[in-house]
């Protein structure tokens, strides 16, 4: 695998408790996203390098840049139709492209001077930004919180083929790990390295709640 992957307890401990984060294994280039899918979807993606075949670009598609939150959400790649675990290498000037057209998937008050506002708003983007509560191994709730990424129209198709660097097939070494998690095993549990991601752009900084 191409992922840089480190033991999970001794990351933790650096990790920030509360707040909003985007948790994420990047650098200048890059930024790697998770997604889960069906056989049929998540092996054509890998054998081809790009999300064609039975992959919808008529969808609005959700990635999510923290592999812990994935894993929350796909049950370690043990629900139906989530059995492909992919990590997505995506060029970080894309990543940044979707967040800067992003509006929230709920309405912020201190953001719109009115609901109005924000429903046209929403009508009109085709990228759409959610927070939600991260978790631990286990599932269990954390203060912290986690970001996902919607995406629609003109950026999934973009997403599905000219945003990508690589894709991975990584369900085997979430299998492995979840044994981990099932025998309550954290001491070896290995993840994918991450840290938080902090933009140059403080307008979009102040924007996603992001706080070095």
Do not use: C
Request: proline share 4%; charged share 30%; hydrophobic share 35%.
């Amino acid at each position: 695998m191409k992922l840089e992957l480190t033991n999970y307890k001794e990351q933790e401990e650096n990790w920030p408790e509360q707040g909003y984060h985007i948790m994420a294994q990047y650098d200048d280039q890059k930024i790697v996203v998770y997604q889960s899918y069906r056989l049929a979807i998540g092996n054509f993606a890998v054998e081809n390098q790009f999300f064609g075949g039975p992959f919808s670009l008529e969808r609005m598609t959700w990635i999510k840049p923290n592999f812990l939150w994935m894993m929350y959400r796909n049950g370690w790649g043990t629900k139906e139709g989530q059995e492909v675990v992919l990590a997505i290498h995506l060029k970080r000037e894309a990543f940044e492209s979707y967040l800067s057209n992003a509006v929230y998937s709920s309405f912020k008050p201190e953001l719109y001077s009115s609901y109005e506002a924000w429903q046209e708003d929403v009508t009109n983007s085709d990228v759409r930004l959610q927070w939600d509560p991260d978790h631990d191994p286990y599932g269990v709730k954390l203060e912290r919180r986690a970001i996902q990424i919607g995406l629609r129209k003109e950026f999934i198709k973009s997403y599905a083929s000219e945003d990508i660097l690589e894709i991975e097939d990584i369900s085997q070494f979430v299998k492995e790990q979840y044994e981990l998690v099932k025998s309550n095993n954290l001491e070896e549990l290995i993840t994918p390295l991450e840290k938080p991601l902090i933009f140059e752009n403080e307008k979009l900084n102040t924007y996603l709640k992001l706080k070095e």
